[in-house]
């Protein structure tokens, strides 16, 4: 089985981004719970204004928004700095090859090689998965959005040749 799929610098930024939402859904939710913990003895008292109390969580949803998304991009500008300097740059099309002994994934003139009996490393999520020895520490990543109509083929075929 032979697949020629693109990589670029612009999917891969999606995908940061695309993997921060959770965490920051579940940051967002904390500090709105903090916030509430710690002034719930002020909305109670009569002597604190509960005006000043909701304008004061309108300014630290806002000042949390804003951090959060401060952190949300400097993760994705490190992780991409970080790709760069370990792949140096490996963008462009790739060319999968599967057969009965091995997976095949070649970029211009690299060429990465695992045979199945070698491959520690696996794991499939529900729109990607991802393949690595113990030799070779970045392992092999395929998404769905990349791969499109072959994926649903790949993982069907990589998991009928994965040792057990």
């Known amino acids: 089985m032979k697949i020629e799929c693109s990589w670029t610098r612009k999917d891969l930024k999606k995908y940061l981004y695309q993997k921060r939402k959770v965490p920051n859904l579940i940051f967002l939710g904390l500090g709105i719970f903090t916030y509430f913990f710690a002034t719930y003895y002020a909305f109670q008292d009569r002597l604190c204004d509960n005006k000043v109390l909701i ?86 990543v395929f998404h769905r959005e990349i791969l499109k109509e072959d994926y649903d083929a790949l993982q069907k075929y990589v998991k009928k040749h994965l040792p057990s």
């Open 55 to 140: 304008l004061g969580f309108f300014i630290c949803l806002l000042i949390l928004l804003i951090l959060l998304w401060g952190v949300t991009h400097l993760y994705v500008f490190c992780k991409l700095r970080r790709n760069d300097k370990k792949t140096h740059k490996a963008y462009g099309t790739y060319q999968i090859e599967v057969d009965k002994e091995k997976i095949t994934s070649t970029f211009a003139e690299e060429k990465i090689s695992y045979l199945w009996k070698d491959v520690t490393t696996a794991k499939f999520h529900k729109n990607s998965f991802y393949l690595r020895t113990k030799e070779d520490k970045l392992g092999l």
